[in-house]
């Protein structure tokens, strides 16, 4: 399967938690609760992402996007679940 194929069928979100902090997540796209958002106001949802993925490392971001996950051997076309452990 090509990156590009994979990419328009699956969404790539990272998420981490450092040192006990709460979590913190990237995602391609809004969240369920952000759309909602997004449906009471024209750039609500927006918004909420972009002070939710502020706080983000960006060097834990730069190691997501450089993954291909579509060479993983796991993976499969009904469901796709990846999680990735990445040391700093």
């Known amino acids: 399967m090509e ?16 040192d006990g902090e709460i979590p913190q997540l990237v995602t391609e796209g809004l969240t369920d609760a952000e759309i909602q958002m997004e449906e009471t106001g024209a750039g609500n949802g927006w918004s909420a992402k972009a002070r939710r993925e502020l706080a983000f490392p960006l060097s834990l971001l730069e190691k997501g996007y450089s993954l ?10 009904a469901v796709v679940t990846v999680v990735t452990t990445v040391y700093c």
């Open 3 to 18: 990156v590009q194929d994979f990419r328009k069928q699956h969404k790539l979100d990272i998420a981490t938690v450092l």
């Open 68 to 77: 291909d996950v579509s060479t993983f051997p796991f993976l499969h076309d």
